[in-house]
Nanobody, 114 residues
């Protein structure tokens, strides 16, 4: 059974930092990453990383967020610096198995106050 357990998140002032972590189990995962959903908006990609550490970032977070993973532990982390109020939302961990099935975490709230 595949499980994704997220940790981190919370309330921070603009300009501050937060770190999100996600531990996945139950399969071998190719791409892992983070998406977010602001209230009233569609879920959007934040950052993803392959097993070979190739990364893709949303333009809005480039230079501020860093994604990393430890393949042996099936974990993926997102270091978020210089946070802005527009970064507020529910952040979801996503992991794709080798055969293309996506799994999602329960989501963790990130709130950035101005």
């Amino acid at each position: 059974q595949v499980q994704l357990v997220e940790s981190g998140g919370g309330l921070v002032q603009a300009g501050g930092s937060l770190r999100l972590s996600c531990a996945a189990s139950g399969s071998i995962f190719g791409v892992m990453g983070w998406y977010r959903q602001a209230q009233g908006k569609q879920r959007e990609l934040v950052a993803v990383i392959t097993r070979g550490s190739t990364t893709t970032y949303a333009e809005s977070v480039k230079g501020r967020f860093t994604i990393s993973r430890v393949n042996a532990k099936n974990t993926v982390s997102l270091q978020m610096n210089s946070l802005k109020p527009e970064d507020t939302g529910v952040y979801y961990c996503c992991a794709r198995t080798s055969w293309g099935t996506d799994y999602w975490g329960q989501g963790t709230q990130v709130t950035v106050s101005s």
